[in-house]
C-alpha cells in the first residue's frame, strides 16, 4: 500500500515535468508527503451515499478490487531466499507451487468490484464505466495468459520460483520471446487502465468512470487497487521475461551461503528491473 501510494507522486511528479509544471511541492521536501497528505485528507472527508444505490453492493464493490489487488503480490519471489536460524527462508509471502495461476486467478476477480461499482452507483455513466472496463479486462486477460504459457512451456513449470531458476541457467526469456513479452506488456497496461487504455475511465465522456458516485476512502481504494495492479504487473513481467530477482553474469547470488548481503543486492535488482 505504502508503494502504491508514492507511484502516485512519482507519476504526478513526472507528468509535471513533462508539462514543464512544478508539480507537488507544498507538502514537505519537494512535495515528499503529499501521499500521506492525501490519504489523511481522504480518511477525514465525510462519505456520501446516492439515494438510488443499493447499499450493500455499493460498499462491497471497493473491497472487491481493493483486496484481489493486494494479494496478487504474495506468490512473487522479489529477491534471494535468506539463510536464518530457522532455515532457509523464500522470499515471498506465500510459496505456492502453482504460483502462476494463482495470479492469474486472483487478478481476474477485480473486475467484480469495477462491474458492482457501476452497477450499484445506479449511474447510467457509471454503468456505462463498468461496463466499458470489465469488457476491456476480460478480453485483454485472454492474450496475456496465452502470451505467458509461451514462458511456461519453456521452463516446463508453473511455479514462479523455477521460472526465475530457469532464466539463470538458460537467459532471460524474453529474448526468445520477445513477440510474447510486447504482448504481456501491451495486456499489462490494458488491464491497468493505463493509456492508452483508460477508456474505462473517459473523462471526457463519463465524467470519471465507474467510481463516480464514490467519496472519501472508498473512492481513494479504486486507486490504490489500480496502483497496486501496476506494481504486481511490473513485478510479473520481470520475473517471467527478465530473470526476476537474479543478478546476470554471475551465479555469485544463486549458490550457498545464502547471505543479508545477497538478499540486498537480488532485492535492489529485482527493483531496479
Known amino acids: 500500500m505504502a508503494v502504491s501510494a508514492w507511484l ?27 501521499p500521506a497528505a492525501d490519504g489523511l485528507k481522504n480518511i477525514m472527508k465525510a462519505e456520501t451515499y446516492p439515494d438510488a444505490a443499493y447499499m450493500p453492493l455499493f460498499i462491497l464493490a471497493p473491497m472487491l478490487s481493493f483486496i484481489p489487488a493486494l494479494i496478487t503480490f504474495a506468490v512473487i519471489p522479489f529477491a534471494a531466499p535468506l539463510s536464518t536460524r530457522w532455515g532457509l527462508v523464500d ?37 456505462l464505466g463498468g461496463l466499458r472496463s470489465s469488457a476491456q479486462m476480460i478480453s485483454y486477460e485472454i492474450s496475456m495468459g496465452m502470451a505467458a504459457v509461451s514462458v511456461l512451456l519453456l521452463s516446463g513449470n508453473v511455479s514462479l520460483n523455477a521460472i526465475v531458476q530457469q532464466q539463470q541457467a538458460m537467459g532471460w526469456n524474453v529474448f526468445p520471446l ?28 463519463l465524467i470519471a468512470g465507474y467510481h463516480t458516485e464514490y467519496s472519501a476512502m472508498k473512492f481513494s481504494m479504486f486507486f490504490i487497487a489500480e496502483y497496486s495492479n501496476m506494481v504486481t504487473a511490473s513485478a510479473l513481467m520481470v520475473t517471467l521475461f527478465f530473470g526476476g530477482w537474479d543478478i546476470p553474469g554471475t551465479q555469485w547470488d544463486n549458490i550457498a551461503p545464502h547471505t543479508g548481503l545477497k538478499f540486498a543486492v537480488t532485492l535492489a535488482f529485482f527493483f531496479a528491473k
Do not use: H
Not at 104 to 126: C, D, F, Q
Not at 179 to 202: H, K, Q, W, Y
Open 8 to 34: 502516485t507522486l512519482a507519476e504526478r511528479k513526472s507528468s509535471s515535468w513533462l508539462q514543464d509544471r512544478i508539480g507537488p511541492n507544498r507538502t514537505g521536501d519537494g512535495g515528499l508527503l503529499q
Open 91 to 127: 522470499m515471498s509471502v506465500a510459496q505456492l507451487p502453482i504460483g502462476f495461476l494463482y495470479i492469474l486467478a486472483i487478478s481476474s476477480l477485480g473486475v467484480y468490484g469495477i462491474v458492482l461499482a457501476g452497477w450499484s452507483s445506479n449511474n447510467k455513466y457509471s454503468l
Open 178 to 205: 520477445l513477440i510474447g513479452f510486447f504482448i504481456f506488456c501491451v495486456a499489462s497496461f490494458a488491464e491497468t487502465n493505463r493509456l492508452p487504455f483508460d477508456m474505462p475511465e473517459a473523462e471526457s465522456e
